[in-house]
């Protein structure tokens, strides 16, 4: 159970830890860049192998993130509470959540970014914004693009996962290495990880 520097129980968020321990989140602290901790050379050296464009047996080149993106991720609005974010991720066994502002993509609030914004700061999730803590600077990728365009971008900038945003500004799904990785090769070590059930 997390209790607050006043005491408070915070309960709900303690799912969080589940959540954490399950997902390719490094150790290291980053900067507030794209919306996810940047891979070790390890992870890094595993999302090579498993994202190969050229492997035979694979989806062919020419398919697009639309294909294999998780489509609908859940958002909040800038306004509502951290806390409304945790219980979302526990409920949707999900790491992140978009956040919205007038409808249009404001940022992305994973569940390591409640960790060490807030919990670690000893901030009350119940009172925190989710639009003061989620990360800002995204990289994201249109429904149309190839998925060899995706897989260079996630090595180019070491993030786990891009929005996908339409033209007219609207976010339509979330794609991640482990979504390709389980639409190239359903054995692979990744996609065998982020196929996996939830640790209860």
């Keep these: 159970m997390l209790i607050d520097r006043s005491g408070m129980c915070l309960a709900n968020v303690a799912s969080l830890g589940r959540l954490q321990a399950r997902r390719f989140e490094s150790k290291k602290p980053q900067a507030d860049r794209d919306h996810a901790v ?3 050379d390890k992870e890094i050296k595993a999302m090579n192998e498993d994202l190969k464009i050229d492997r035979p047996g694979r989806i062919p080149r020419e398919e697009n993130v639309g294909d294999v993106m998780t489509p609908l991720p859940r958002s909040l609005d800038t306004s509502a509470s951290v806390m409304d974010a945790a219980e979302i991720m526990r409920d949707s066994d999900i790491g992140d959540v978009v956040v919205l502002e007038d409808h249009r993509l404001y940022g992305i609030l994973t569940d390591r970014d409640i960790v060490v ?3 670690a700061e000893g901030s009350d999730p119940a009172t925190v ?3 003061q803590v989620c990360s800002r600077e995204l990289t994201t990728i249109p429904p149309t693009a190839s998925v060899g ?3 260079r971008l996630i090595r180019e900038k070491a993030i786990r996962r891009l929005p996908v945003v339409e ?3 609207d976010v339509v799904g979330i794609v991640s290495m482990g979504d390709i990785a389980v639409a190239r090769d359903r054995k692979s070590a990744l996609a065998d990880v982020s196929a996996a059930p939830p640790n209860t």
Aim: no cysteine; proline share 0%; charged share 25%.
């Design 38 to 40: 940047g891979l070790d």
């Design 117 to 119: 914004r807030v919990l």
């Design 129 to 131: 914004s989710v639009g």
């Design 149 to 151: 365009e995706a897989v």
């Design 167 to 169: 033209e007219g500004g």
